[in-house]
């Protein structure tokens, strides 16, 4: 079957035009949702093209030339919440051009509300979960005029009604997973403002995350069981990534890169013994890191480490159920300043509880850290997760909230909790004094010049604070 994979724009608004090129500024990353699938479904005999709308010129044009030269029999979308209604936009759109043609949604919106992503818009199935797996069953299901209802993992409309089947396993052995079908994109087009190379993908080496912090949506993720790919299947990857692309630099995408340590320490040693030369870098949580094991990976390439150290409150940490404590993101800020790994701290404002001194308390911890860059980012009570049942239960914010956005009767991604203890306004206050405070003291200035090793490093340094501040 000729398939049609697409991945919506963030923004399709035309009066955005300009912010989009601010957002493309500060670098995209290849779609691997969709483009694990793609890998899939090509192992199992299907003709795939990809339509990756942001990394479009014009993704309109993009997209008719594909619906008009390839005529896929089944086109396939993968979003999120905050860009639903631009995916099922351009559902309408290929309902048109394709008559006939029937349409999929995946991705965390598809996993978190499978009816309402059908009856929103011009959907005919829903993937939930994993959908390496599902899509080949669900294509087989399709090509075969079988029913719907053996394909485990969906949601489908019939007579009607929506109609569902059980979820399905996670993918046990994630060594049996193809690679991203990387060819089906322009390569060149993926970058971060953040990376040492211009040559830059993303990987995924485990799925899966046994904590339950309240502000992270566990169904849209990958289940609370970690699985890992082999050491070898990962090298192999690189390799063919070094050999295919020239990719020099690997941003590891892992909730939890560092939760299985004697697994890091065989990654590091195959990447030794492998002899490719490559940077990269990885998220994972102050608790799980030590020195051992930020030396392993200092020596097999690793240059920065990615915290979400989100608070500098212990009271506030607890009600977000971190499970971490300040003691413990101060130690590993120190570790890592030891053996010379660059750090990226996360910090969340106005969290459940928060006060302004709370605040205080997390802009002075970001700047006693001293991580290389820091991100400040607004709490939102994202769909499916403790915090949102947290504020609805409280009354902050309607229990319909975000199946009002997808149905576009709220525009607002970003609500606020507790306007009466902490007024939004002053959470975006909050917000900005922490950016001025951290990125504009003079020893963060000096240390970035110091450490300047070329003029372009210093044209990406200034693009940096740009996109930042």
């Not at 309109?60 to 008009?68: D, M, N, P, S």
């Not at 919440?81 to 008559?99: C, G, H, L, Q, S």
Request: charged fraction near 25%; aromatic fraction near 10%; charge should be positive.
């Amino acid at each position: 079957m000729n398939v049609l994979l697409i991945h919506p724009p963030i923004l399709i608004d035309e009066v955005m035009k300009d912010f989009k090129k601010f957002e493309r500024m500060r670098g995209l990353y290849p779609p691997l949702g969709i483009l694990y699938i793609a890998a899939s479904l090509i192992e199992a005999g299907h003709a795939v093209r990809v339509v990756d709308c942001d990394a479009e010129d014009d993704w309109k044009q993009a997209l008719e030339k594909a619906c008009a030269g390839f005529r896929p029999v089944v086109a396939g979308f993968y979003a999120f919440t905050w860009n639903y209604r631009n995916a099922a936009a351009i559902a309408t759109m290929v309902k048109r051009m394709v008559p006939g043609i029937t349409t999929v949604i995946g991705g965390p919106n598809a996993t978190s509300f499978p009816s309402a992503s059908l009856e929103l818009g011009d959907f005919d199935v829903a993937v939930k979960g994993e959908g390496e797996i599902i899509a080949r069953e669900l294509l087989a299901a399709l090509a075969e005029g079988r029913p719907l209802g053996g394909v485990e993992g969906i949601s489908w409309k019939e007579g009607g009604a929506v109609r569902e089947t059980k979820n399905r396993d996670y993918i046990k052995d994630l060594d049996t997973v193809p690679f991203p079908a990387r060819h089906l994109v322009r390569m060149d087009r993926y970058s971060d403002i953040f990376a040492r190379e211009r040559k830059f993908t993303t990987m995924i080496a485990t799925r899966g995350c046994p904590f339950s912090c309240t502000f992270c949506n566990k169904i849209a993720k990958m289940g609370k069981i970690l699985r890992a790919r082999s050491p070898k299947n990962i090298v192999e990857e690189i390799r063919m990534l070094q050999g295919e692309y020239g990719v020099r630099e690997v941003m590891f995408f892992d909730d939890n890169f560092i939760l299985d340590k004697a697994w890091a320490h065989e990654l590091c040693r195959e990447i030794t013994r492998s002899g490719l030369k490559f940077l990269w870098e990885i998220r994972t949580r102050v608790d799980t890191v030590d020195e051992g094991v930020l030396r392993a990976i200092r020596g097999a390439g690793c240059y920065r480490i990615r915290f979400g150290f989100e608070s500098g409150d212990d009271a506030t940490l607890k009600n977000l159920k971190k499970g971490i404590t300040t003691a413990q993101s101060r130690e590993s800020a120190r570790l890592c300043h030891k053996v010379g790994l660059e750090m990226f701290g996360y910090f969340i404002l106005g969290a459940p509880g928060e006060t302004e001194e709370t605040m205080k308390k997390t802009i002075a911890l970001a700047i006693d850290l001293e991580p290389r860059f820091a991100l400040f980012s607004k709490f939102v009570p994202y769909p499916c997760t403790e915090a949102f049942d947290w504020a609805v239960a409280r009354g902050y914010i309607s229990s319909n909230y975000w199946l009002d956005l997808l149905a576009g009767r709220d525009l607002d991604s970003h609500p606020a909790t507790d306007q009466r203890q902490l007024p939004a306004k002053v959470v975006e206050e909050y917000l900005d004094l922490a950016n001025r405070r951290f990125y504009f003291r003079p020893r963060y200035i000096l240390t970035a010049l110091r450490t300047l090793k070329s003029p372009a490093q210093f044209w990406r340094y200034l693009r940096i604070a740009a996109s930042l501040v």
